[in-house]
């Protein structure tokens, strides 16, 4: 079965599939005004495949001409996700996609203009007839929590079960700091990936912020294993969807 996670965002989207991390990010993002590849850029291409996105609209000053231009540019973008899936999967019937629900923070872009992409792309996946999920932001904190660390009960009448960092942080209070730790921390993920990541750790998780493409890519390597750990789990895939809705 083909495993495909979606990370969508306006600027920089993040697709794995089949473990193979992609990034589509656009042009401004990735090079500087004199033409020079940005460090992080430059430094995953060796552990990614990277999609330059052009994004021509931002010197339209007529309304109309402008909400035309964003929506050509959406399937302008939808339709290269769509080429890529093209290349790398083997069946759309037997596949299986997580895509990550809207962000509400202005780091996510105008949330209008995600919406109008995050919608293109999920038609895109319903013309590929591809089963997808659609998994709210919090979900993917609460899924790098469970796919690392140990469940701990915290209930004090009843049992209440939670997963919680090596730091005590409960997954659905992560940072993006605290997901990258999720998978640098796991002896079980020894992907050229995740070891990329434990390369850069201390350089990385000293910034306040961390660097995209990375953030986009963890979320998105995040719900694959998750995803994968589950289908491996149940012999048939309803049972591991069921699992994976009604959990997180």
């Given amino acids: 079965m083909d495993i495909i996670t979606i990370d969508p965002s306006i600027r920089s989207t993040a697709i794995v599939i089949n473990g193979n991390p992609h990034s589509f990010a656009v042009s401004d993002l990735i090079w500087t005004k004199t033409n020079r590849i940005k460090k ?3 430094i995953t291409q060796k ?7 052009y994004k021509a609209y931002d010197q339209i000053d007529l ?4 909400e035309v231009a964003k929506i050509d540019f959406c399937r302008t973008y939808a339709n290269n996700i769509a080429e890529l899936l093209d290349k790398q999967i083997t069946n759309p019937y037997n596949s299986i996609a997580l895509i990550e629900g809207y962000s509400y923070s202005s780091a996510s872009g105008p949330i209008i203009d ?4 995050g ?12 089963t997808f999920i659609i998994m709210p932001p919090s979900s993917v904190k609460k899924m790098a929590a469970r796919l690392t660390y140990p469940a701990v009960d915290v209930g004090k009448r009843k049992p209440k079960i939670e997963y919680r960092n090596n730091e005590g942080v409960m997954g659905g209070s992560f940072t993006k700091h605290d997901i990258y730790k999720s998978l640098t921390e796991n002896n079980d993920l020894q992907t050229d990936w995740v070891n990329f990541l434990r390369i850069h750790e201390d350089e990385i998780l000293e910034s306040k912020s961390i660097p995209k493409p990375i953030e986009d890519i963890n979320d998105s390597m995040v719900m694959y294993h998750i995803l994968e750990k589950l289908l491996q789990e149940h012999d048939d895939v309803n049972d591991a969807i069921e ?3 009604t959990t997180f």
């Fill in 243 to 245: 699992k994976l809705t």
């Fill in 40 to 42: 992080w850029f430059d």
């Fill in 114 to 117: 995600l919406v109008a992409l």
């Fill in 63 to 66: 309304y109309s001409d402008l």
């Fill in 119 to 130: 919608t293109i792309i999920r038609n895109m996946l319903c013309d590929h007839k591809i």
């Fill in 47 to 53: 552990h990614i495949e990277l999609h330059t996105i």
